[in-house]
């Protein structure tokens, strides 16, 4: 089966995430939002981030990479998409350490 993931935010953090991830899911369709970056990465489109909630991408996983710097807004969307019911699963980078259970 292929894991349907939605990525929202492409610049750094979000390419380094996209890198990550598509070495950990061998099958996996990405949805990158992002206006800044308007370009096409992999034959993945990426899409106008103010789209992001369309009924359409329900059933991915959502990423919200944005950095920092945008945490505020970072904030508004992961409670917005849980608010929706929307998959937000956590990824720790494989040198990462977890430390909670």
Same mark, same amino acid.
């Given at each position: 089966m292929?894991t349907? %993931?939605a990525?929202l935010?492409?610049?750094?953090?979000?390419?380094?995430? &996209?890198?990550? *991830?598509?070495?950990?899911f061998?099958?996996?369709?990405?949805?990158?939002? +992002?206006?800044? &970056?308007?370009e096409?990465n992999?034959a993945n489109?990426i899409?106008?981030?103010?789209?992001?909630? +369309? !009924? @359409?991408?329900r059933?991915?996983?959502? &990423?919200? @990479?944005?950095? &920092?710097h945008? *945490?505020?807004?970072?904030n508004? %969307?992961?409670?917005?998409?849980l608010?929706?019911g929307?998959?937000?699963?956590?990824? *720790?980078?494989?040198s990462?350490?977890? +430390? !909670?259970?």
């Amino acid at each position: 089966m292929q894991t349907k %993931i939605a990525l929202l935010g492409y610049g750094k953090l979000g390419r380094q995430l &996209y890198s990550m *991830l598509t070495n950990q899911f061998s099958k996996c369709e990405f949805k990158i939002f +992002d206006d800044l &970056y308007k370009e096409t990465n992999n034959a993945n489109t990426i899409l106008s981030f103010t789209k992001y909630l +369309d !009924w @359409a991408f329900r059933e991915n996983q959502f &990423y919200v @990479a944005l950095g &920092y710097h945008h *945490l505020r807004k970072k904030n508004e %969307i992961i409670k917005e998409l849980l608010s929706l019911g929307r998959k937000l699963p956590f990824f *720790l980078h494989p040198s990462g350490y977890r +430390d !909670w259970e």
